[in-house]
């Protein structure tokens, strides 16, 4: 059964940090891997999706990578803002057949001005 | 068109009521989702429509019933709700269903149950 962690639970960091966030998975079987942002009270807006046979992806300030054979995926984020702050979410898309999203808990991200 | 919309967005109800959540998305996409996100949590799968068809339905209780009444659109029939249904309750929806397709989220209905 594919598990997901992201550590760390929460963080603060002063703005214009760079700053890294981490996913880690159990079953590198995976078609792909999703990072989402989360406002409180909100819906998942998708930031990066990184298939299986991708390094890294690229958006604006953000980066993420993945290392499918040793089950990692990190989350960077140039130049931080305020309005960075929310909550992301890593999740894994595993397995022929496999119809669910296996989401981590989250990383809250405050950025404080 | 890269959106899915949700109707309403907040809701609250009385455990003897009948309501319905609404999802819609014109990408397009032959398969769609129910998730449920409580608190601090993230969100669990409930259902999956592929082809308008129910494909998966995660041991979810029968007071849930959901509905699949074209490609572009999903509903979730509410009745007879606990107090700990309470939650966020998100569609997703992707091209098609499993595999390596991504799935884009709405912005969700919060439902309070009374």
Not at chain 1, 5 to 25: D, K, M, R, Y
Not at chain 2, 61 to 82: D, K, M, V, Y
């Amino acid at each position: 059964k594919q598990e997901v962690t992201q550590i760390p639970a929460a963080l603060s960091v002063p703005e214009g940090e760079n700053l890294v966030l981490n996913c880690s998975f159990t079953d590198s079987a995976i078609y792909n891997l999703q990072w989402f942002r989360q406002d409180p009270g909100k819906g998942l807006t998708s930031l990066l999706l990184i298939q299986s046979s991708q390094r890294e992806q690229t958006s604006g300030r953000l980066n993420a990578s993945l290392d499918k054979s040793s089950g990692r995926s990190t989350l960077y984020i140039a130049a931080s803002q305020p309005g960075d702050s929310a909550t992301y979410l890593c999740a894994v898309n595993s397995g022929a057949g496999s119809y669910q999203l296996t989401f981590g808990k989250g990383t809250k991200l405050s950025v404080i001005p | 068109d890269t959106e899915v919309t949700q109707t309403p967005k907040h809701l609250v109800m009385g455990m003897t009521n009948k309501k319905s959540l609404k999802c819609e998305q014109h990408m397009g996409h032959r398969a769609m989702y129910w998730y449920k996100q409580k608190a601090k949590k993230p969100p669990e799968l409930m259902f999956v429509y592929s082809y308008e068809k129910l494909s998966i339905n995660e041991s979810v209780p029968s007071r849930f019933s959901p509905e699949c009444p074209n490609s572009s659109l999903l509903n979730l029939h509410l009745h007879a709700l606990q107090p700990e249904d309470s939650a966020l309750y998100l569609c997703a929806s992707s091209l098609l269903a499993g595999g390596p397709n991504e799935q884009f989220f709405g912005p969700g209905t919060r439902l309070t149950v009374l």
